[in-house]
C-alpha cells in the first residue's frame, strides 16, 4: 500500500498567477479524481508532482521518498501519462515501447522483450503491436501512453485529461484499463469531466482557482446535498433574476430552455421541483459558479 502525501503547496507563476494556493491531499492506492474546471491549477499540481516544474512551497511524499528533494527517485516510481502523448512518426507500438523502456534503465534485451510483450498484452494491443502508432485512434494511443506509464512498476500513475478526444466505446475500455491497474498502485486521474470520476473513483478532489475545495468520497458528497438541489427550467429573460434571488449550481439547455439547478436549505415552491443530486450538482457547488449565466 503505497500513500501519497501533499501539505501545503504553492505556486505562483512570474505572470502573477496563483496556480496553487496551500495544496494538501492525502492519497492511497486506488483511483483518486482529481475534478476542476479548465485553469483550476490540476495540471499546475500534476506537473509539480512529476517534477517537470517546482513548487514555491510546501512538501510531498510519495512513502518515504521526499519527491522534491529526491526527484531521481520519485521519477523511477511514477508513471505518468500527459494531456497529449506525442509519438514518434512510423514507429510501431511495440519499438515505442521498447524505446521507452531503454529510457526507462532497462538495458538488457531479453528483459525489455519480455516486458514489453507483458505491457503490450495487458493494453490489449498485442495483436496490433506492428502497427504504426500514428495511425492508432485516440484510444488505442492513450492505451500506449498507459503502457509506456507502467514500465518500472511505479507506485504512483498520473494521468491528465486522458478521456478527452476519445468516443465512448474507447473511453471504456480505457476507464476499465485504469480501474484494473489502480488495484494496485496510485493513480490520479485529472479531469474536468465529472463522468471520468463518478465511473471510476472511490476517492476524490476538487479543485478550484488553486485550491482543494472538496476532499473525499463521491457519495458523501452526493449524500450532503440530498434535499438541497431543486430545478426548474425558466425563461431565458428570467435567468438573471433568478440567479439574483437563487444560489445556481447549474443551467442547462434542456429543449432550447434554461434548465436551472438551485442549492437551497429550505423548502422551494414557485415551481421548482426537488431532484436526486449528482456528482455533477456536487462539483458545480463547490466550485465558484459565477460563469453559470455564460
Ligand atoms: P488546469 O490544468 O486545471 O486547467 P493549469 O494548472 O493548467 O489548470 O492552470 C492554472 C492557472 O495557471 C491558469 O490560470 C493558467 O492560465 C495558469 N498557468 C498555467 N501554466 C502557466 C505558465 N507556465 N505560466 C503562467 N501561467 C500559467
Redesign the pocket.
Known sequence: MATLKINNLTKT???G?K?LNNVSIEIENGMFGLL??????????MRTLATLQEADGGTAMLDDIDIFNNPKELRRNLGYLPQEFGVYPRITAEQLLDHMCILKGITNSSERKELVKYLLDKVNLFDKRNKSVKGFSGGMKQRVGIAQALIGNPKLIIVDEPTAGLDPGERNRFYNLLAEIGKEVIIIL?T?IVDDVRELCTKMAV?NA?RIVYQGNPQNAIDELDGKVYQRIVAREELESFANKYSIISNKMVGGLPLIHVFSETNLDNGFELVKPNLEDVFFSKINTSNVLV
Open positions: 507563476y512570474p505572470n498567477v496556480a476542476g474546471p479548465n485553469g483550476a491549477g490540476k495540471s499546475s499540481l485529472s474536468h479543485m488553486g
